[in-house]
């Protein structure tokens, strides 16, 4: 499916961006370059006429990605949160993308929902509304329970797209082994597993069971945070190509004019947006990983409803230390910190001097603390960052490609809300209080106990463990296999101290 063959799915791109109107729009979005618009022009112009036409109400750019299939319009969602990097015309137009994309018929869907849960949409709902928001692989409806007369919202995937996702993701694993074969210098990036990773996220997507999961788990985790509500889910009208959830009733999030109509502060709803996030990430490790616009709502009472749990964001505890350590280095501007966590973590090759790295760092948050608050940025720092480590020698950590792309698209959100919003003042608080928890001697005992409780179910074979490495000990004289042994009788010394530890901890 990767091969030579997706070359035709490329040079489509180009001629649909040329066909629809959107190559000019784009280019000076992004400030292009005479070299980078000569080079585009020239490769697109002359197969303009192979382009897709897209539907013709849409804008330019809107249409171009629309006719080009999901993963392009999951790329223009993204954007569309960042009007100081596309600026605010490109960044409004693209808004659409976010839940307002053509819908399909009612009656299919209904066909759908019957398929799948094997029910009769007229017995089970007292209505079915028609679509009331149309994203890039599904739509959704308002329905009401004939049982209970509850408002529920109805998600289901739209006919066929499992199969549109697929040709576009293969022509960007076809891309992504083009670049590694072509440049020596980005397999550091290693963009083959940057793709794998973004089509695991996607295909989790395309299975609403695995939505439901994830949207059940975050509620629990974030039941108690204030001016922030999860939809519940209903897991009887729930399947793989539908999910039911409570409906939740407010204002988007991308409606300025609305939020102001209805007395919301944008200024805190902006500084809580960053923080709610913030706080689940290093938290709980679950955090919700397409926070756009279109994926939020404000309440009557000024709570922050979330919903659209496709796309859902893990990371272990260690790695939540290791960034928010990394985060609080920056804030505190304590770069000689913020080295040797990146050296600790093994991010950056051991063979690489921490002083120079640190100053290299300096060079980096330095520039960005020295702005006033509307051009601190996030986007900025990273982008920053990722010249420095490219330097230093430092592999993309693709657990984080995530977490950090959801940090950019928050700051947009944050930003469309308040302009003037200061992104580490308000992150402040909260990492200062992971690290507090996470890192401070009430942790690091925590640490000690956690493990101790691991070692003692291993007590029972301590002794036969010892015996039998006191047995390969005397059998093998060999150097290394000396190092070995002495290795598996400290590690069992070890551990044995913790246990006597964890003892002594319960007596205490």
């Known amino acids: 499916m990767r091969g030579p063959h997706n070359i035709w799915r490329l040079v489509r791109t180009g001629a649909t961006l040329e066909r629809a109107g959107a190559m000019n729009v784009v280019l000076d979005a992004f400030e292009a370059g005479t070299l980078l618009r000569f080079t585009a022009r020239t490769l697109a112009l002359p197969f303009r006429w192979l382009g897709y036409r897209g539907d013709a109400s849409l804008p330019p750019t809107t249409r171009a990605l629309t006719a080009l299939g999901p993963a392009y319009i999951k790329f223009g969602q993204i954007l569309s949160t960042r009007p100081d990097v596309v600026g605010d015309d490109l960044a409004r137009e693209l808004r659409v993308l976010q839940d307002q994309l053509p819908a399909f018929s009612v009656d299919i869907a209904k066909r759908e929902v019957e398929h799948e849960l094997g029910i009769s949409v007229d017995e089970v709902f007292t209505s079915f509304s028609e679509p009331v928001a149309a994203a890039s692989l599904a739509q959704v409806h308002k329905a009401v329970l004939r049982s209970t007369g509850e408002e529920v919202a109805v998600k289901v995937l739209r006919p066929g797209v499992e199969k549109a996702f697929r040709k576009d993701i293969d022509a960007f694993y076809f891309a992504a082994n083009m670049i590694e074969f072509l440049s ?101 490790g679950l955090f919700h990983g397409d926070m756009h616009q279109g994926n939020l709502k404000v309440a009557a009472n000024g709570d922050i ?73 996030m986007a900025r720092l990273l982008s920053y960052l990722f010249e420095v480590t490219e330097r230093f020698g430092m592999q993309t950590r693709t657990e984080l490609i995530l977490l950090q792309r959801t940090m950019v698209v928050v700051e947009g959100v944050a930003r469309s809300l308040n302009p003037n919003v200061d992104i580490w003042a308000d992150a402040r608080p909260v990492v200062e209080s992971y690290i507090k928890n996470a890192i401070g001697p009430k942790a690091v005992m925590r640490d000690l106990m956690r493990t101790a409780r691991v070692l003692s179910r291993f007590g029972p074979r301590l002794p036969e463990m010892a015996e039998a490495a006191l047995v390969r000990q005397g059998k093998n004289f060999g150097e290394a296999e000396e190092v070995r042994s002495t290795s598996a009788l400290w590690a069992i010394a070890g551990a044995a101290v913790v246990g006597a530890a964890w003892v002594a901890t319960l007596f205490i």
Do not use: C
Request: charged fraction near 30%; charge should be negative.
């Open 184 to 284: 020596r210098k980005s397999r550091r990036l290693r963009p083959i597993e940057v793709i794998e990773h973004f089509d695991g996220v996607v295909r989790g997507e395309l299975d609403l069971r695995l939505e439901s999961a994830s949207a059940s788990e975050f509620a629990a985790n974030t039941e108690a945070d204030e001016g922030f509500t999860v939809p519940r889910v209903n897991w009887q009208l729930s399947a793989r190509r539908v999910m039911t959830l409570q409906w939740a009733e407010g204002t988007n999030m991308g409606d300025n004019a609305a939020l102001d109509a209805a007395g919301h502060d944008r200024n805190a709803l902006a500084t809580r947006v960053l923080q709610i996030f913030l706080s689940q990430a290093l938290r709980d």
């Open 305 to 377: 409803i979330a919903y659209d749990f496709g796309i859902m964001g893990s990371i272990d505890e260690y790695t939540r230390r290791v960034y928010a350590e990394i985060l609080y280095g920056f804030i505190k501007r304590d770069y000689k910190r913020v080295a040797e966590v990146h050296f600790e973590a093994g991010y950056v090759p051991a063979n690489q001097d921490v002083d120079e790295f640190a100053r290299a760092l300096r060079a980096v948050g330095e520039p960005i603390f020295g702005m006033d608050a509307s051009r601190i940025s």
